[in-house]
Nanobody, 123 residues
Framework: VQLQASGGGLVQAGGSLRLSCTDS????????VGWFRQAPGKEREFVSG????????LYSDSVKGRFTISRDIAKNTVYLQMNSLKPEDTGTYYC?????????????????WGQGTQVTVSS
């Protein structure tokens, strides 16, 4: 699995961004996919996850109600729609393919990590 995250950028507080995670080898269709983020000097933290068919989703409490994860199986892409962004959402966002078809909040449940995309939210 070779994942690539994209869609990051600089946005003002209250704005929106949509991140994309694509598997160039088209092999993660049977895996859960998770989004994590890491701010400077902080641990990488779980943001959201989605099951292999898209019917089961997880969100961290800090983003619940503002972020929406989805996947387009035909395009082999997972999206993270981020609305009402806050400065504390700033960080490098990573997507990862799970070891199974069910998403988890645990980093150890994910085996393949893509390069991150930077999200910066200004106040």
């Amino acid at each position: 699995v070779q994942l690539q995250a994209s869609g990051g950028g600089l946005v003002q507080a209250g704005g929106s961004l949509r991140l994309s995670c694509t598997d160039s080898r088209r092999t993660f269709s049977n895996n859960a996919v998770g989004w994590f983020r890491q701010a400077p000097g902080k641990e990488r933290e779980f943001v959201s996850g989605i099951g292999w068919r898209g019917g089961f989703t997880l969100y961290s409490d800090s983003v619940k109600g503002r972020f929406t994860i989805s996947r387009d199986i035909a395009k082999n892409t997972v999206y993270l729609q981020m609305n009402s962004l806050k400065p504390e959402d700033t960080g490098t966002y990573y997507c990862a393919a799970g070891r199974s078809s069910v998403p988890s909040t645990s980093r150890s449940s994910y085996a393949s990590w893509g390069q991150g995309t930077q999200v910066t939210v200004s106040s």
